[in-house]
C-alpha cells in the first residue's frame, strides 16, 4: 500500500515537472518571437526644408482713428428749433445741422443797429462841433465811445444768432442723432458725432527696442479680423519721440486709405510694418515640430543600409513664424526631409513610409474657411 502512494507522488512531481518545462519552453519561444517582431513601417508625410526670403515686418495690434472726429455739441443755452440732417449721411462742411430758437435775439438785433445809426450820427455831428471847438474833447471821446460800444452790442447779438446755427465743421459722416425738437440744449450738450472716415489714422505701440527700425514712409499692411480678406495699406506718418515709461513702448501712427469707409474708429486692427531689408530663413511646416519641455525637435526621413526609410529626432532651434511655416535657425540643413504631420506618435529609428498623396497645402498667408 504504501508502494502504491509512494508510485502516485512520484509520477505527480513527474507531471508537473514535465508540466513546467513545456510551458517554460512556451514561454521562451513567445519571449524569442517578442524580441524578434519588426512592427510595420508608419505610413507618414514630408516635407523638405527649403531656404527662402522672408520680409522682415514688425507686427503690432492696434486701433482705428479718424483723421477728424469730433462730437458737435451746443455752445450757447437754448432751444432746437430745427434739426436739418439725416442721421447716417454723409454732410459738407459748413451744412447746417441744427438751429437754436434765435427769436430773442433776432428782436433784439434791430434795436442794436439803431443804436449803432444813432451813435454814428451824433459821433460825426461831434466831430464837427469839436473841429470848431464848440463842444469839450470829453463830450467828444464820450461819442466815440458809445459808438464803439453800440457797434460791439449789436456783433454780439449777431454773434450768438451764428452760434445758435451749428453747422459741420468739416466733411464727413454724421451718427446717430441725440436731440430732439424742442429740446433744451445746455452749453457742451452733444448734438451728433462726426467722423471723416477716409483716410483714416491706424495706431499701434511697439516695444522700445524696435524703436531705431522705425522712420516715417516705411509701409503699413492693415488686416482686421472683423472684415476677412480686407488689406489695406499704409504708411507710417509720426513715431512719437515719447517712449511710455510704463510700458517701454513706443507710439506709432500710420495713415491708410479707407476705400467703401469699412474701417471705423475705435475698430481693433493688425498692422505689420514692412522693413527695408529681407531676411534669409529655413522653413519647415509648423506641424513637423514635436514640442517638448526639454526641446523641441523634427524627425529627419533617412535612408538605411537596406534602403528603408527610418526616422532620426533631431533637435531644433526655432525662430519665426508666418502662417503655416516656422523658421529653423539651427540643426537642421537645406534639403533635408522631415516628417510634416503626426510628429506625436513617431519615436527615433522607427521604419516609416512615406505618403504624400494626403499631405496638407501649407502656405504663408493661410485664409482658413469657416466650415
Excluded at 218 to 243: E, W
Amino acid at each position: 500500500m504504501k508502494k502504491r502512494v509512494l508510485f502516485a507522488i512520484l509520477g505527480l512531481v513527474v507531471l508537473i515537472a514535465v508540466l513546467s518545462a513545456i510551458k517554460a519552453l512556451q514561454i521562451r519561444a513567445m519571449i524569442d518571437q517578442s524580441e524578434k517582431f519588426v512592427p510595420p513601417p508608419e505610413t507618414v508625410t514630408t516635407a523638405v526644408a527649403r531656404a527662402e526670403s522672408w520680409e522682415t515686418a514688425l507686427t503690432a495690434i492696434g486701433s482705428v482713428t479718424a483723421v477728424q472726429g469730433v462730437t458737435v455739441s451746443a455752445e450757447l443755452l437754448g432751444k432746437v428749433a430745427a434739426i436739418a440732417f439725416k442721421p447716417g449721411t454723409k454732410v459738407k462742411r459748413g451744412t447746417v445741422l441744427i438751429r437754436q430758437d434765435t427769436s430773442s435775439e433776432e428782436a433784439l438785433l434791430p434795436g442794436a443797429v439803431a443804436q449803432v445809426k444813432l451813435t454814428k450820427i451824433i459821433l460825426e455831428r461831434g466831430e464837427k462841433m469839436a473841429a470848431e471847438q464848440i463842444i469839450s474833447r470829453t463830450d467828444y471821446d464820450t461819442a466815440v465811445a458809445n459808438h464803439e460800444q453800440a457797434i460791439a452790442q449789436a456783433a454780439t447779438i449777431s454773434a450768438t444768432i451764428g452760434k445758435k446755427t451749428i453747422r459741420a465743421p468739416f466733411s464727413g459722416s454724421v451718427g446717430i442723432r441725440q436731440v430732439n425738437l424742442g429740446q433744451i440744449l445746455r452749453e457742451g450738450d452733444p448734438i451728433v458725432t462726426l467722423q471723416s472716415l477716409d483716410p483714416v489714422y491706424i495706431d499701434f505701440t511697439l516695444p522700445q527696442q524696435q524703436l531705431p527700425l522705425l522712420s516715417a514712409g516705411l509701409p503699413v499692411r492693415v488686416t482686421c479680423d472683423a472684415l476677412p480678406g480686407l488689406a489695406i495699406d499704409g504708411r507710417i506718418t509720426t513715431v512719437n519721440p515719447l517712449v511710455d515709461a510704463e510700458t517701454r513702448n513706443v507710439q506709432v501712427q500710420a495713415t491708410a486709405a479707407n476705400p467703401g469707409e469699412k474701417l471705423r474708429p475705435g475698430m481693433f486692427i493688425n498692422a505689420a510694418v514692412g522693413l527695408p531689408a529681407s531676411q534669409k530663413v529655413l522653413s519647415i511646416p509648423v506641424t513637423a515640430v514635436l514640442y517638448a519641455p526639454y526641446g523641441d525637435s523634427v524627425f529627419v526621413v533617412n535612408d538605411d543600409k537596406k534602403g528603408a526609410k527610418v526616422l532620426r529626432q533631431q533637435f531644433v532651434r526655432l525662430g519665426e513664424k508666418r502662417g503655416d511655416f516656422i523658421a529653423v535657425t539651427e540643426g537642421l540643413k537645406e534639403g533635408e526631409t522631415v516628417v510634416s504631420t503626426g510628429v506625436f506618435k513617431l519615436h527615433n529609428g522607427q521604419a516609416v513610409v512615406v505618403d504624400n498623396r494626403l499631405a496638407l497645402p501649407f502656405q504663408k498667408s493661410p485664409r482658413p474657411e469657416n466650415n
